[in-house]
């Protein structure tokens, strides 16, 4: 079978999660890679990465990575799905480092990224 790559767009808020973690569920069972890429930074946000992490079942593997994906997802553990929650935060995350190259620096990361998805097509 052909890998698949899914794309969930919506509104902040719309369910875009869950959906997802459905999705994952179907096509991965428990072989499920959970990419986090939020950052506590209050405590709303805290509560609410508290809240995914409890919904989440306790077999899959998470990956806590707010800027570097592409290079975190290279020397992951492979898994027969992989959810990135969330790209949104992963690019707002890198373009708010305060890094003067933030633009330079989210092009390679979407590089590595892509080099990564491509990698996993082969294998």
């Known amino acids: 079978m052909d890998k698949q790559f899914t794309l969930i767009l919506g509104g902040a808020r719309s369910g875009k999660s869950n959906f997802a973690e ?11 890679l959970f990419v986090a890429t939020a950052q506590a930074g209050d405590e709303e946000m805290s509560a609410r990465i508290d809240r995914h992490r409890a ?3 306790s077999e899959w593997r998470t990956l806590e990575t707010p800027h570097d994906l592409g290079r975190a997802l290279q020397v992951a553990p492979s898994a027969r799905a992989v959810l990135i929650d969330c790209a949104t935060l992963w690019v707002s995350n890198v373009l708010l480092a305060d890094e003067p190259t933030a ?19 082969s294998d």
């Open 103 to 121: 633009t330079d620096t989210l092009t390679r990361q979407v590089d590595e990224l892509l080099k990564w998805y491509h990698s996993a097509q």
């Open 55 to 57: 919904s989440r079942p």
């Open 22 to 32: 459905a999705l994952a569920r179907k096509r991965g069972g428990t072989d499920v």
